[in-house]
């Protein structure tokens, strides 16, 4: 915070000073002359006029993420930090100690006087642009409990390790969101008969032109549903700078990938969306999992990643402790699935050999987690193999093992701690 | 997004004192990864990798930043990149 941007180099041109300056810190003298030679000549920066504010180069010696803390860092840039299962042992996750996951390094803080949504495309009767007061008060407000849960969530459990951010169980969390339907704004713009998917953009973006924007699509079907929301509350709070602040779409039921922040930009389209980040990533294999759910964007072989598994985490121990036997051992922990809501959670202290039913704690709605909590009566010294199994009201059940797949999505296998009683 | 949009808003980043820290192993190739890689992303992308990818992984990983994510990287820095990476960082 303190110290100052370094001094412009009178034979670098102007506009690469300030993203040359970021790397300066990290990277001396190779980077700036290596670097910017090159991209100068290509012209490569995503967006030169970036960086011809002073605001900027105050910005880049910003500390990370100052609004959060105790998160665990997987990256610095783009950020990808996860939140530790300790924080998890509340209904909702305090803001800051919620999860941070970008694509992207460049990601602007906004002012929320100057934001504005444009909403266009070419199967919209009406295209609308919306300032975030006009978003607030033009359109009714709603709040819903939702859990937002990264696609590679336990990404580093599969076995063996599949490349991306190796998270642990900490890419979730579970918030309050208040904001206005997308289907209410939308209804504003009229939607044409030939519309087939709803894409959404946030402000930020890679540090080349040549990076693929993050862009996704939503069926029509899922963007007209009640619960898509269009959030500028996280917990009673404004969404914090990290969490996509001033406003970002809300896909209960669905991974986080489709929960674009920063959103500036929405377009009812009458064709697929065909980038990147629909066509190649965030996908799965057909086999192993369900299908159905967005049509538009699905292969023979494949389709993206849409609804949850259900899944559960226990939340208070951790694997290794030590209780004593003389008392009982009260074990935390939480549930979820796509929306169908949890219907029980079983427990095992034996491996899974024998379960019990565990008492699930208040509703907060069917695509909130769910809590619940179990007391352990200890019968005997030595070591017990804690395991937590969910079922979905629609019957469906955590899985022994997950279901493979090349980019480690979706992993709810049962999970087993041991503990020790002494 | 509107040009006076980017103009009032800031730039901000993961700490860059923070991830100057993460040192990468000395060797053939490093100068190229933080004069090239690091202009998208910090190096904990590559040290979160090791014993992960063998030279296959490393070589469509860094297949993907160049004709995907757009690196302005050419075949003899390629070389040189994915050489490193395998020695020091593969599985």
Same mark, same amino acid.
């Given at each position: 915070?303190?110290?100052?941007?370094?001094?412009?180099?009178?034979?670098?041109?102007?506009?690469? =000073?300030?993203?040359?300056?970021?790397?300066?810190?990290?990277?001396?003298?190779?980077?700036?002359?290596?670097?910017?030679?090159?991209?100068?000549?290509?012209?490569?920066?995503?967006?030169?006029?970036?960086?011809?504010?002073?605001?900027?180069?105050?910005?880049?010696?910003?500390?990370?993420?100052?609004?959060?803390?105790?998160? @665990?860092?997987?990256?610095?840039?783009?950020?990808?930090?996860?939140?530790?299962?300790?924080?998890?042992?509340?209904?909702?996750?305090?803001?800051?100690?919620?999860?941070?996951?970008?694509?992207?390094?460049?990601?602007?803080?906004?002012?929320?006087?100057?934001?504005?949504?444009?909403?266009?495309?070419?199967?919209?009767?009406?295209?609308?642009?919306?300032?975030?007061?006009?978003?607030?008060?033009?359109?009714?407000?709603?709040?819903?409990?939702?859990?937002?849960?990264?696609?590679?969530?336990?990404?580093?459990?599969?076995?063996?390790?599949?490349?991306?951010? /190796?998270?642990?169980?900490?890419?979730?969390?579970?918030?309050?969101?208040?904001?206005?339907?997308?289907?209410?704004?939308?209804?504003?713009?009229?939607?044409?008969?030939?519309?087939?998917?709803?894409?959404?953009?946030?402000?930020?973006?890679?540090? $080349?032109?040549?990076?693929?924007?993050?862009?996704?699509?939503?069926?029509?079907?899922?963007?007209?549903?009640?619960?898509? $929301? !269009?959030?500028?509350?996280?917990?009673?709070?404004? $969404?914090?700078?990290?969490?996509?602040?001033?406003?970002?779409?809300?896909?209960?039921?669905?991974?986080?990938?489709?929960?674009?922040?920063?959103?500036?930009? !929405?377009?009812?389209?009458?064709?697929?969306?065909?980038?990147?980040?629909?066509?190649?990533?965030?996908? @799965?294999?057909?086999?192993?999992?369900?299908?159905?759910?967005?049509?538009?964007?699905?292969?023979?072989?494949?389709?993206?990643?849409?609804?949850?598994?259900?899944?559960?985490?226990?939340?208070?121990?951790?694997?290794?402790?030590?209780?004593?036997?003389?008392?009982?051992?009260? !074990?935390?922990?939480?549930?979820?699935?796509?929306?169908?809501?949890?219907?029980?959670?079983? !427990?095992?202290?034996?491996?899974?050999?024998?379960?019990?039913?565990?008492?699930?704690?208040?509703?907060?709605?069917?695509?909130?987690?769910?809590?619940?909590?179990?007391?352990?009566?200890? =019968?005997?010294?030595?070591?017990?193999?804690?395991?937590?199994?969910?079922?979905?009201?629609?019957?469906?059940? /955590?899985? $022994?093992?997950?279901?493979?797949?090349?980019?480690?999505?979706?992993?709810?296998?049962?999970?087993?701690?041991?503990?020790?009683?002494? | 997004?509107?040009?006076?949009?980017?103009?009032?808003?800031?730039?901000?980043?993961?700490?860059?004192?923070?991830?100057?820290?993460?040192?990468?192993?000395?060797?053939?190739?490093?100068?190229?990864?933080?004069?090239?890689?690091?202009?998208?992303?910090?190096?904990?992308?590559?040290?979160?990798?090791?014993?992960?990818?063998?030279?296959?992984?490393?070589?469509?990983?860094?297949?993907?930043?160049?004709?995907?994510?757009?690196?302005?990287?050419?075949?003899?820095?390629?070389?040189?990149?994915?050489?490193?990476?395998?020695?020091?960082?593969?599985?």
């Amino acid at each position: 915070m303190t110290k100052k941007p370094e001094q412009r180099k009178s034979n670098q041109p102007y506009e690469y =000073t300030s993203l040359t300056k970021a790397y300066f810190m990290i990277n001396r003298r190779n980077f700036i002359l290596k670097s910017a030679g090159t991209l100068a000549g290509l012209s490569l920066w995503q967006k030169p006029s970036l960086a011809t504010t002073n605001a900027i180069e105050e910005a880049l010696i910003l500390e990370p993420l100052k609004s959060k803390d105790g998160l @665990i860092k997987k990256t610095y840039r783009p950020p990808n930090f996860e939140t530790p299962i300790s924080y998890f042992n509340t209904t909702f996750t305090p803001n800051k100690h919620f999860f941070v996951r970008y694509h992207h390094a460049i990601i602007p803080e906004i002012n929320s006087d100057n934001w504005q949504l444009s909403i266009g495309g070419d199967a919209i009767n009406k295209p609308l642009s919306l300032t975030l007061k006009q978003l607030q008060t033009d359109f009714k407000s709603v709040e819903i409990a939702a859990l937002c849960l990264c696609s590679g969530n336990r990404r580093s459990l599969f076995n063996p390790p599949v490349s991306g951010v /190796q998270w642990g169980s900490g890419a979730m969390g579970n918030a309050l969101w208040r904001g206005v339907r997308l289907k209410d704004v939308l209804a504003a713009t009229g939607i044409k008969q030939s519309a087939l998917e709803v894409s959404f953009n946030g402000a930020d973006s890679g540090m $080349l032109r040549t990076t693929p924007d993050f862009m996704k699509s939503l069926p029509l079907e899922k963007v007209l549903d009640e619960n898509t $929301l !269009i959030a500028f509350e996280m917990n009673g709070e404004p $969404l914090p700078h990290w969490n996509g602040f001033p406003a970002r779409l809300i896909v209960p039921g669905w991974t986080a990938t489709y929960w674009i922040k920063h959103l500036t930009e !929405i377009n009812i389209q009458s064709r697929p969306v065909d980038n990147f980040w629909m066509k190649t990533a965030y996908r @799965i294999p057909k086999e192993g999992f369900k299908s159905g759910q967005f049509i538009s964007q699905e292969t023979q072989l494949n389709m993206p990643i849409t609804e949850l598994v259900v899944n559960s985490l226990i939340t208070n121990l951790m694997d290794g402790q030590s209780f004593s036997s003389n008392k009982a051992i009260e !074990i935390n922990g939480v549930a979820w699935d796509k929306g169908d809501g949890i219907q029980r959670v079983e !427990i095992s202290i034996d491996g899974g050999k024998t379960w019990e039913l565990t008492t699930l704690q208040k509703n907060y709605g069917r695509f909130s987690w769910r809590q619940w909590r179990y007391n352990l009566k200890p =019968t005997h010294t030595g070591e017990y193999r804690i395991m937590a199994r969910a079922t979905s009201i629609s019957g469906i059940t /955590q899985p $022994l093992e997950p279901v493979a797949n090349p980019s480690g999505y979706h992993h709810n296998a049962l999970q087993t701690i041991s503990i020790q009683l002494i | 997004m509107p040009i006076f949009f980017l103009l009032i808003t800031l730039f901000t980043n993961a700490a860059l004192s923070e991830e100057s820290q993460i040192h990468l192993k000395e060797d053939l190739g490093k100068e190229n990864i933080i004069s090239q890689c690091s202009i998208c992303h910090s190096a904990d992308y590559i040290t979160m990798h090791a014993k992960i990818l063998d030279r296959s992984g490393w070589e469509k990983t860094v297949g993907k930043m160049i004709n995907v994510m757009g690196a302005p990287i050419n075949d003899c820095d390629k070389k040189i990149i994915i050489d490193y990476l395998v020695k020091n960082y593969g599985k």
